[in-house]
Every structure is written in C-alpha cells, then in structure tokens.
T-cell receptor, first 110, second 114 residues
Framework: RKEVEQDPGPFNVPEGATVAFNCTYS??????FFWYRQDCRKEPKLLMS???SGNEDGRFTAQLNRASQYISLLIRDSKLSDSATYLC???????????FGKGTMLLVSP | DADVTQTPRNRITKTGKRIMLECSQT?????MYWYRQDPGLGLQLIYY???????NKGEISDGYSVSRQAQAKFSLSLESAIPNQTALYFC?????????????FGPGTRLLVL
C-alpha cells in the first residue's frame, strides 16, 4: 500500500458544482495534514491545514478521519479558477518531512 | 520579492555534466527541502536539512548531493546528469516553531537532460 493515495482524476465538473476529494494515508502516527493546490507547472501552494475537528475556509471544507486514515476536501460552488491539481500531504512520524499524494486534477468548465 | 527563490528557472544540460541548482530563502526558516516532480509521480523528497549542520537523505537521493551553505541557502547538485533526472525540481522551507509546520515552495527549476 502506498503511503498517501489520491484518486488521480481528472474530475470534470461544471461551474457551481460541489466536488469532493479523498486522500488515504498509511502511517497511523502521522500528526499533521494539509491540502495544497498546484497550478500547471507551478509550485504547490498551501490551501489549508486539516484539523481533527474539521475546518472551513470559505467554499473549502477539510475533514480528517483518523480511525479510517483519510482526509477529505470539499469544494462548494466551484469556480473556473478552482481548476488545478490538489495535493494532500501528511507528516511522517518522528520527523517533519511530508509525504505527498500524487494529486487529483480538477477541471471546472463553464 | 519572493520568499523562496530558485536559480536557474530553466536548464538544459547534457548527459554526464555536473550541474547545481540553487535555492535561497528570506523567510528565516531553519528547515529546507529539495523535491523532484515527474508527471504522474507526485513530489518525491531528495534531501532535507533541518539546520546548517544537519543534512538527510530523502527517498530518492541517489545521483544527487546537497550543500547547506547558510541558513538561507541550500543547493542541489547532480554530479553526472542522466536523462531520467529530467524533471521539475522544487525547493521548500519550513519553520518548526510553528504549530503547523507547513512547507513553502520556491517557483521550481525545469531541468532537461539530453
């Protein structure tokens, strides 16, 4: 089993749609979780951290399920500008390195 | 000015050549990282450094070496470049004093090895 797995997509959705991404991780000792956004051939940029209680930032909601070892990202009211690849990242136990998933591509169409 | 900069932004080189990619940061972070990204493979950690005197291998360090010249500078070298090192290379930094130690990435270096 790979350490961090994501559905590669692409997810094709119309503007205004709600879309959800999941990410599973294998290291039960992981402590910190993040969602990054990466535009084509650009650097990843932090979208949001993921807290145990779940957290929301505008149209974006992140959830963590430690028992099942997955994190999720929900995007409501999708915009054309949301088109990008979304990477989940998980810390490795005992260190502060991150393991990244391969990313899920989102394409929002008019 | 960008907090994390990388030079060069694009590089074409030939098999067997030695090249160096440089990363500088003005964020004051102690921790720095080098990743490579290949299409469909995500980000893979090459080397990381938690302070000037601490260098660690990542998951794919073979064929690479690094130098941490100062807190703000972390260089990646390809001793003898080969075509399968063609990739997009990112430098990143983080601050362990923060409750959530997120990583901040430079703009990347596109490397083509012929």
């Amino acid at each position: 089993r790979k350490e961090v797995e994501q559905d590669p997509g692409p997810f094709n959705v119309p503007e205004g749609a709600t879309v959800a991404f999941n990410c599973t991780y294998s290291n039960s000792a992981s402590q910190s979780f993040f969602w990054y956004r990466q535009d084509c051939r650009k650097e990843p940029k932090l979208l949001m951290s993921v807290y145990s209680s779940g957290n929301e930032d505008g149209r974006f909601t992140a959830q963590l399920n430690r028992a099942s070892q997955y994190i999720s990202l929900l995007i409501r009211d999708s915009k054309l500008s949301d088109s990008a690849t979304y990477l989940c990242a998980v810390t490795n136990s005992g260190y502060s390195t991150l393991t990244f998933g391969k990313g899920t591509m989102l394409l929002v169409s008019p | 000015d960008a907090d994390v900069t990388q030079t060069p932004r694009n590089r074409i080189t030939k098999t067997g050549k030695r090249i160096m990619l440089e990363c500088s940061q003005t964020k004051g972070h102690d921790r720095m990282y080098w990743y490579r990204q290949d299409p469909g493979l995500g980000l893979q950690l090459i080397y990381y450094s938690f302070d000037v005197k601490d260098i660690n291998k990542g998951e794919i360090s073979d064929g690479y070496s690094v130098s941490r010249q100062a807190q703000a500078k972390f260089s990646l070298s390809l001793e003898s470049a080969i075509p399968n090192q063609t990739a997009l290379y990112f430098c990143a930094t983080s601050d362990p004093r923060l409750a959530e130690e997120t990583q901040y990435f430079g703009p990347g270096t596109r490397l083509l090895v012929l």
